[in-house]
């Protein structure tokens, strides 16, 4: 059992940056692959990056490839999100998650089993 707080969401001008921090407690994230999801109004959540339980592999979706980037640091207990090149599409409430599937990076988020509040992020044009 692990609990997920994300933090670092704001409002930012197209092109900026921001990264988002997802601390845990609990339990160890060691033992997870850890993600990141995000929903916009009116969408279904989706997948937007992923990395496995050493940090070692990650994947990300399509949309933000070249621009987001996620890490981890287990001894920290914590995951971020690094986002750059934001675009207003961005724009949405993004969600830290932990998954105990023993699959490498998970993608789907029935895929997860612990999931924080949520973070907004906001991306003016």
């Known amino acids: 059992q692990v609990q997920l707080v994300e933090s670092g969401g704001g409002l930012v001008q197209a092109g900026g940056s921001l990264r988002l921090s997802c601390a845990a407690s609990?339990?160890?994230?060691?033992?997870?692959?850890m993600g990141w999801f995000r929903q916009a109004p009116g969408k279904e959540r989706e997948f937007v990056s992923g990395?496995?339980?050493?940090?070692?592999?990650?994947r990300h979706a399509d949309f933000v490839k070249g621009r987001f980037t996620i890490s981890r640091d287990n001894a920290k207990n914590t995951v971020w999100l690094e986002m750059n090149s934001l675009k207003p599409e961005d724009t949405a409430v993004y969600y830290c998650a932990a998954s105990r599937m023993l699959v490498l990076v998970p993608t789907k988020g029935s895929e997860y089993d612990y999931w924080g509040q949520g973070t907004q992020v906001t991306v003016s044009s």
């Open positions: 990395v496995s339980r050493s940090g070692g592999t990650t």
């Open positions: 609990g339990r160890t994230i060691s033992t997870y692959a």
